[in-house]
């Protein structure tokens, strides 16, 4: 059962590995989040689409569509291009922060992580995201080359 | 006996006499013709230097009649010469015989016909009667040995000109092959450590993501009502192994990501200030003192202030763990003008510094516990830790010959064991 229901957030868990996913929704439900998973990138972006979530964890290394892809995609549809997005990686060298952040990511968190820190970060997203409904500058068309994981 | 007639016994004296006679004269004819057999020229000569006896060796040397030889001056007979020029009479073997001195032997050039000839002489005294004096003379032709000598004499002097060259190029040869060896070492370590990097950053990266799982509930167990004080202990060693393992996994990857240099016109000095304090901060320095040597002016370095922070950082750390019951850590910074070629100082493209260049030289040594020699040369090998287990993942030095290297920079490590370690930075210094 949700620890409290004070908080209606939801959260939506974009991560191809099935226990990392599971175990994401125990933590985030027990700090009172409502939580939405995606097994890849696919299924990401139409459940984000669908469910206009409050803020998106993202995986990078996936098969077929990896994160900086659907980070593009989710920035380059105006229907869901303000949700701000966490991405939450094993990958954590400078260039792939910096890609992140290039692609109009707001956090960059490198696996593994503590939640403490997890939860801090999807605090001040929830602050921005109302902030500047509007939309952040995607200047992303150019693209990042997508890495593969 | 009865006595005979005077006649009968001339008769008889005579006859003996000429059968002496005939004797000797065999005798002498055998004496004659074995003093002609052999090789070597034999003739006598009086007092007064004319020829009285000679053997046919002889005759044949001079190349003339039996007539014109027998009562000729020997001297006129037989002209010698000593380093192309003729011999004076006065010093000619036979007029030195001929002046009383007993023995004399030389070696003259003799000219023979169209050819020039080498002869041994030896000239002796030989009283044969109370009255007769003479000088006999023994002439050997020693040209084929004389002209086997030089050859051997030129042989035996090109042979050792050849054994010298040979050396030399032995020398040389030894000097290429340790060169290419160090070369060829050093490309293999490069390659070796490319496909090291690549292997072991795919493995770091799929352990990350487990390591995440596992952080994952070790939060989600953290957040249980009734942990118990002894499962938060367990709990948090745990998180202790995974925090570990993924500084390795981030060692790996930090070593094997091809270091791209944001290079920048830096003061050394304070790089190495900055890294110190750092170092100081997080460990707890016991009994150490830091002596730091820096010159008044440095030159001005291009590097990636980042990165020669972490080289810094890593040397320190090092250095204090080298001392766990104190000691001394010496920082030291000057400019040095390299002298002489050594590895990486040289004019081959390999090398990073040309000889009589001026470079920068940094160096941080501990009065620790020294390392042993075997280990010296794998310090910076990938993995390698001379730490007890869990201090070190052996990449610290690794990551910084990987940062060195991409300055076009070199790093040397000397140690003692009991005494203590010092490692060398040579950077370039900005043009």
Redesign the interface.
């Known amino acids: 059962m949700p620890q409290e229901t004070l908080n209606q957030h939801r959260i939506l868990v974009i991560d191809d ?1 099935e ?2 996913r599971k ?2 929704r ?2 985030l439900e ?1 700090h009172g989040y409502q939580v939405l998973l995606a097994a890849n990138g696919e299924e990401g972006l139409i459940v984000a689409k669908a469910e206009q979530p409050d803020c998106i964890l993202l995986d990078i ?1 996936m098969p077929k569509l990896n994160g900086f892809e659907v980070l593009r995609r989710l920035k380059a549809d105006p229907d869901i291009k303000t949700i701000p997005v966490i991405v939450v990686s ?4 400078e260039r792939d922060i910096a890609t992140s952040f290039r692609l109009g990511a707001i956090f960059h968190v ?7 820190d997890l939860l801090q970060k999807i605090t001040v997203a929830f602050v921005r995201g109302t902030q500047n409904d509007s939309a952040p500058p995607a200047g992303s068309e150019e693209g990042e080359p997508s890495a593969p ?1 | 006996m009865g006595a005979l007639p005077v006649e009968d016994r001339a008769s008889h004296m005579s006859d003996a006499l000429s059968t002496q006679e005939g004797e000797l004269r065999a005798k002498l004819g055998k004496l004659e013709m074995a003093l002609s057999a052999i090789v070597d020229a034999i003739v006598w000569v009086r007092e007064d230097g004319k020829v009285q006896w000679f053997n046919a060796p002889f005759r044949r040397l001079v190349g003339r009649q039996h007539e014109e030889i027998l009562e000729a001056e020997l001297i006129d007979l037989l002209p010698l010469e000593q380093d192309g020029r003729r011999l004076h009479p006065n010093v000619h073997p036979v007029a030195l015989a001929l002046n009383g001195k007993p023995n004399s032997v030389g070696i003259y050039e003799f000219r023979k016909g169209d050819q020039q000839i080498v002869l041994e002489v030896l000239a002796a005294r030989v009283r044969f009667s109370k009255q007769e004096m003479s000088t006999v003379v023994a002439i050997r032709d020693i040209t084929e040995r004389k002209r086997a000598e030089e050859r051997q004499q030129r042989l035996a002097a090109a042979a050792s000109a050849a054994a010298a060259a040979a050396k030399k190029r032995a020398a040389e040869l030894d000097k290429a092959y340790q060169e290419l060896k160090t070369t060829q070492g050093m490309l293999i370590q490069a390659e070796k450590m490319a496909a090291i990097g690549q292997l072991a950053s795919g493995i770091a ?1 799929e352990v ?2 487990p ?7 070790i ?2 167990l953290e ?1 249980g009502v009734e942990t118990s004080e002894e499962q938060t202990e367990v709990l948090s060693l745990i998180k202790e192994a ?2 570990r393992a ?1 500084k390795i996994a ?1 060692d790996v ?1 930090n070593f094997s ?1 091809p270091a791209s240099l944001e290079l920048k016109a830096c003061a050394i000095s304070q790089v190495l200030e900055d890294s110190l304090t750092l170092v100081q901060k997080q460990l707890a320095v016991k009994n150490i003192e830091v002596a730091k040597e820096i010159a008044p002016v440095l030159p001005v370095v291009m590097i990636d202030e980042n990165q020669m922070k972490q080289v810094f950082i890593n040397l320190i750390v090092n250095a204090f763990q080298a001392m766990p019951s104190g000691g001394r850590l010496s920082i030291r910074c000057y400019p040095k003008p390299l002298t002489e070629r050594s590895h990486g100082i040289g004019r081959r493209v390999t090398d990073f510094f040309q000889p009589r260049e001026t470079a920068l030289v940094c160096e941080v040594e501990d009065t620790g516990i020294g390392i042993p020699q075997e280990k010296l040369a794998r310090v910076f090998d990938p993995f390698f830790t001379t730490k007890p287990p869990g201090e070190g993942t052996g990449l610290g030095l690794t990551i910084t010959r990987a940062i060195v290297d991409a300055h076009r920079g070199l790093i040397a490590i000397e140690s003692e064991e009991g005494k203590g370690t010092r490692v060398t930075i040579t950077l370039p210094i900005a043009k």
Request: without cysteine.
């Open positions: 590995e226990s990392s175990l994401a125990r933590l027990r290394i094993a990958k954590g060298a490198e696996k593994p992580y503590e939640i403490q994981g | 990266h990350k993501n390591l995440g799982v596992i952080m994952q509930g939060n989600y957040l995974v925090k993924d981030r990857l990501r």
